[in-house]
């Protein structure tokens, strides 16, 4: 974990008109995912002049955007997905903020914006969740999810990075991403469309390449499929990652293996997590180039036997079956024994259950 600078001094407004306890405590017993959102946020703005200035947390609400401007017609935009953990003991934690901070700025550097400070990044993260540390759920798998994003605000039409940006962070209460237990899910393997390729902005996180993976997850609701997998560009042969997840197959000797970073991958902060994780449990772990027929002959054969993906949200996700026109193969009902080892390490060190040797956690209030 690198030192950063001292956070720059945000100013805090309080809204007049905070949800009720009440109101509030119906939300945080079943807030379900992304339904809900507290009561401030955040709003920073870059220009060449001035640089990043006017950082406040402030009441959560609409903004104001002229038709003209820039990012509803160029989609020069980018985002990140956290969140926050209420412990045992009352204090709220965010996990690896400073990575999240880092690939903040790669995206930004792909898509020609201000690349924001590490200290502007989780102040401005630490000072929206405290000021709203009351809607941090606790119990179970809840959390605060927490948004930060940055979007082209000038009010001009041409092709050229916007000379002003807003920087937002707003936050959203999630329940368990599996209310019943951890199910495995079906991927539809998409043929016919690409998430990202070699070149593009598949390693940077922007709304662009969510909106293009829209189609064929829509393709793989209609086979039944609860995801969709995508495959490389240009041989339409190698495993790359689902609409919003990365994959992961463990082999029959305890080895783990996961698509290996080429561009078109986005670098998942959980991604690098599992396989730290992993190798302290004392499984092999390898990055390199997974083809889709060693995916499916894997399964198929015993030789892959368990196969699961990670995300922000869903954090470990089983993968049950894989299907596609004209077959499937499945690693059967129930989530293996590696998948949820490795999912309630992770999920130990995120709620303060077990020990954070790689000092992960980052202590918000």
């Given at each position: 974990?690198?030192?950063?600078t001292?956070?720059?001094?945000?100013?805090v407004?309080?809204?007049?008109?905070?949800?009720?306890d009440?109101?509030?405590?119906q939300?945080?017993e079943?807030?379900?995912?992304?339904?809900h959102?507290?009561d401030h946020?955040?709003?920073?703005?870059w220009t060449?002049d001035?640089g990043?200035h006017?950082?406040?947390?402030?009441?959560?609400?609409?903004?104001?955007?002229?038709?003209a401007?820039?990012?509803l017609h160029y989609?020069?935009?980018?985002?990140e997905?956290m969140?926050?953990?209420a412990?045992?003991?009352g204090?709220?934690w965010?996990?690896r903020?400073?990575a999240?901070?880092?690939?903040?700025r790669?995206?930004a550097?792909?898509?020609?914006l201000?690349?924001?400070?590490?200290e502007w990044?989780v102040g401005?993260v630490?000072?929206?969740i405290r000021?709203d540390?009351?809607?941090v759920p606790?119990g179970?798998?809840?959390s605060?999810?927490?948004?930060?994003?940055m979007?082209?605000?000038e009010v001009?039409?041409?092709v050229r990075?916007?000379?002003?940006?807003?920087?937002?962070?707003?936050?959203?209460p999630?329940?368990?991403?599996?209310t019943k237990g951890v199910k495995?899910?079906?991927?539809?393997l998409?043929?016919?469309?690409?998430r990202a390729?070699?070149?593009g902005?598949?390693?940077a996180?922007?709304?662009?390449?969510y909106?293009a993976?829209?189609?064929?997850?829509?393709?793989?609701?209609e086979q039944g499929?609860?995801?969709?997998a995508?495959?490389d560009?240009?041989?339409?042969?190698?495993v790359e990652?689902?609409?919003g997840?990365?994959?992961?197959?463990v082999f029959?000797?305890?080895?783990i293996v996961t698509?290996?970073?080429?561009g078109t991958?986005?670098e998942g902060?959980?991604?690098s997590?599992?396989?730290?994780?992993?190798?302290?449990l004392g499984?092999?772990?390898?990055?390199?180039?997974?083809?889709?027929?060693?995916?499916?002959?894997?399964v198929a054969?015993?030789?892959?036997a368990e196969?699961f993906?990670?995300?922000t949200?869903a954090v470990l996700?089983?993968v049950?079956?894989?299907k596609w026109?004209?077959?499937?193969?499945?690693?059967?009902e129930q989530?293996?024994?590696v998948?949820l080892?490795?999912?309630d390490?992770?999920l130990?060190?995120q709620?303060?259950r077990?020990?954070?040797?790689?000092?992960?956690?980052?202590?918000?209030?």
């Amino acid at each position: 974990m690198h030192a950063m600078t001292a956070a720059p001094s945000f100013t805090v407004d309080l809204t007049p008109t905070p949800t009720s306890d009440e109101r509030r405590r119906q939300i945080l017993e079943a807030p379900g995912f992304g339904l809900h959102f507290s009561d401030h946020m955040f709003t920073g703005t870059w220009t060449p002049d001035a640089g990043w200035h006017d950082g406040q947390v402030h009441a959560y609400g609409p903004l104001s955007l002229d038709p003209a401007t820039a990012v509803l017609h160029y989609a020069q935009e980018i985002f990140e997905g956290m969140k926050a953990y209420a412990h045992a003991d009352g204090s709220i934690w965010t996990f690896r903020p400073e990575a999240n901070a880092a690939r903040f700025r790669r995206s930004a550097r792909r898509l020609a914006l201000p690349e924001l400070p590490t200290e502007w990044f989780v102040g401005a993260v630490d000072e929206t969740i405290r000021t709203d540390r009351g809607w941090v759920p606790s119990g179970g798998e809840r959390s605060l999810y927490v948004r930060p994003f940055m979007f082209a605000s000038e009010v001009f039409l041409g092709v050229r990075p916007s000379q002003r940006v807003t920087f937002c962070v707003i936050t959203s209460p999630a329940g368990a991403y599996f209310t019943k237990g951890v199910k495995p899910v079906s991927i539809w393997l998409s043929t016919d469309y690409n998430r990202a390729g070699a070149g593009g902005t598949g390693a940077a996180k922007c709304g662009g390449n969510y909106a293009a993976s829209l189609l064929p997850q829509r393709e793989a609701a209609e086979q039944g499929c609860e995801q969709v997998a995508f495959l490389d560009s240009v041989e339409h042969t190698w495993v790359e990652e689902l609409g919003g997840m990365n994959l992961y197959f463990v082999f029959d000797d305890g080895s783990i293996v996961t698509p290996e970073l080429s561009g078109t991958i986005l670098e998942g902060i959980t991604r690098s997590s599992i396989l730290t994780l992993a190798e302290d449990l004392g499984h092999k772990v390898e990055e390199r180039r997974v083809s889709i027929e060693e995916w499916r002959d894997g399964v198929a054969s015993g030789r892959i036997a368990e196969v699961f993906a990670c995300g922000t949200a869903a954090v470990l996700t089983p993968v049950g079956t894989l299907k596609w026109d004209g077959g499937q193969v499945g690693t059967g009902e129930q989530a293996g024994a590696v998948t949820l080892s490795i999912r309630d390490q992770l999920l130990d060190v995120q709620y303060g259950r077990a020990e954070d040797p790689h000092h992960w956690m980052h202590r918000v209030c």
